[in-house]
């Protein structure tokens, strides 16, 4: 009977350092947790009046979801741009000119989805540039904009067939490659943390999308 009590007791006592050793370990966790998401937050914010001004946002949009925006304006506005040049200059009866319109129009919502799915990994492209300094800043993020813009159009010019598919992938990139650096640019200046105001967001990205198709209205 002795041995067994001291054998239960025994037991009993190493269970018992188990759970506290498992409770120690979880509060070093949460502990670490928590050390982690303050010098995330102090790396985010530039400065305390930064970090205020983001709080008291009405529309905040995170750098991810301005990116992705913005990739489904670049990538739907200008082909619907190429539409309606296309209705306002050719007879609509023409069959291949429907055909056309049709095309386009689908092409310029894939490549909108595309650019839209690809804008999320962007931020980090535009955070890994911006330790440079500027000249091979820009050239990066020229680079960076032409190679989203080349694979957004190019899948969505599938609807064009192959011709179709190199012919907006090298449009696309040229025009990402000019596109990217502008709003990359401008977004810095106005983001407060990682989030910027949706009321400053909109004209920046409406401005340079319908700048580039009033360019292509033009031609």
């Known amino acids: 009977m002795e041995l067994g009590s001291a054998g239960t007791f025994s037991n009993r006592y190493i269970g018992s350092a188990d759970s506290d050793d498992r409770l120690v370990e979880q509060r070093l966790n949460e502990l670490l947790r928590l050390n982690a998401e303050i010098a995330e937050e102090k790396a985010l914010y530039r400065t305390e009046a930064e970090r205020v001004a983001a709080s008291l946002m009405t529309f905040p949009v995170g750098s991810r979801k301005t990116y992705s925006y ?6 739907t506005l200008p082909p619907f741009a190429m539409v309606f040049k296309i209705i306002g200059e050719t007879a609509l009866y023409n069959r291949f000119s429907i055909l056309l319109i049709t095309l386009l129009a689908m092409a310029g919502l894939a490549t909108g989805i595309v650019g839209y799915a690809t804008g999320r990994f962007i931020p980090a492209a535009v955070g890994y540039a911006s330790s440079f ?3 091979n800043r820009a050239l990066l993020l020229s680079m960076f904009g032409l190679a989203w813009g080349a694979v957004s ?4 010019g599938l609807f064009l ?3 179709g598919s190199v012919f907006a992938g090298i449009v696309g990139g040229l025009v990402g490659a000019v596109a990217l650096p502008v709003l990359a640019t401008l977004h810095s200046l106005m983001r407060r943390g ?3 105001e949706a009321r400053h967001f909109l004209p920046i990205a409406f401005g340079i999308t319908l700048t580039l198709c009033g360019l292509i209205a033009g031609l």
Do not use: E, K, T
């Open 70 to 75: 913005f990739g489904w304006m670049m990538g």
């Open 133 to 135: 300094r500027l000249p």
């Open 153 to 156: 159009g190019a899948i969505g």
């Open 161 to 163: 067939f192959v011709v």
């Open 194 to 196: 990682d989030v910027i």
